[in-house]
């Protein structure tokens, strides 16, 4: 491949790679907002943060996630983070 080639191809796997991770970025915002932003009535910014930390205490630590075999997130980690 010549270098102009090339570069074009790397470039367009860069775009391909950030459509990727930004669609999977749209799904998780879309997953708070319809779980969580959506049926919380939030009183002050301290209640929502603490209600939002809750939210993800649960979604990385409980809620088993069918991407990763069932298993919440936190499984999954290495051991010791």
């Known amino acids: 491949m010549r270098g ?3 570069a074009s191809a790397l470039f367009l ?3 391909l ?3 990727f991770v930004q669609g999977e970025i749209e799904r998780f ?3 708070l907002r ?3 932003l959506n049926t919380e009535l939030f009183f ?3 209640d929502a943060q ?3 930390l809750e939210w993800q205490r649960d979604y990385n ?3 088993p996630h069918s991407s990763l075999g069932q298993i919440p997130p936190r499984e999954s980690w290495p051991r010791g983070s």
């Open 34 to 36: 319809d779980e969580h």
């Open 50 to 52: 603490a209600k939002l």
């Open 4 to 6: 102009a080639e090339r």
């Open 61 to 63: 630590e409980v809620r």
């Open 44 to 46: 002050s910014v301290a």
């Open 13 to 15: 796997e860069y775009l």
């Open 29 to 31: 915002n879309g997953r």
């Open 17 to 19: 790679e950030d459509l």
